[in-house]
């Protein structure tokens, strides 16, 4: 279900960036455009939860999609936000969208915009199917899947431990 609610920023929901390939995170300089942004204090963004699936149909083939780890939060209203229903795990979800051939499947929904521009209006986005098993199989898939990068994340840091003359 698409969450199209917005409303200025606030303490319980502080603006954050949407970043490729990280998700929902602190703004940082490089990404902090409050400056240009006349009458800040009233400006209005969209809220999201923990949880949530956001993409920028813009730019999907730059990895500009994936899912809301970090919680409340107030992004930039260029974003798509849709909350899981219940039949899927978000976290299985997330790592299943941000697939390419997911990603394959839904530039066939693009439609030309002004300059060039392709977007995917949120009325197709949720007609796209996606094939999930059960709630606790997608789960115990996710597990296995984060214990894997846990692993691999683990490794990396001893190759580079390793690699640093001590």
Do not use: C
Request: proline share 5%; charged share 25%.
């Amino acid at each position: 279900m698409e969450r199209n609610e917005q409303a200025p920023m606030n303490d319980e929901y502080p603006l954050m960036a949407f970043i490729a390939n990280e998700g929902v995170a602190p703004k940082g300089e490089r990404y902090d455009r409050s400056s240009l942004v006349s009458d800040a204090e009233n400006k209005l963004y969209k809220r999201t939860e923990f949880g949530d699936f956001i993409y920028s149909s813009n730019n999907l083939e730059t990895g500009s999609i994936g899912l809301n780890k970090y919680g409340k939060a107030s992004i930039s209203p260029v974003y798509s936000i849709f909350q899981p229903t219940g039949i899927a795990d978000s976290d299985f979800l997330g790592r299943r969208l941000v697939r390419k051939d997911f990603i394959n499947a839904m530039v066939k929904w693009r439609q030309g915009v002004i300059y060039g521009q392709w977007r995917i209006h949120e009325s197709d986005f949720i007609k796209i199917e996606i094939p999930v098993p059960s709630i606790t199989e997608q789960r115990k898939i996710g597990a296995f899947l984060d214990n894997l990068d846990n692993l691999i994340a683990l490794h990396q840091r001893e190759s580079f431990l390793i690699m640093i003359p001590g």
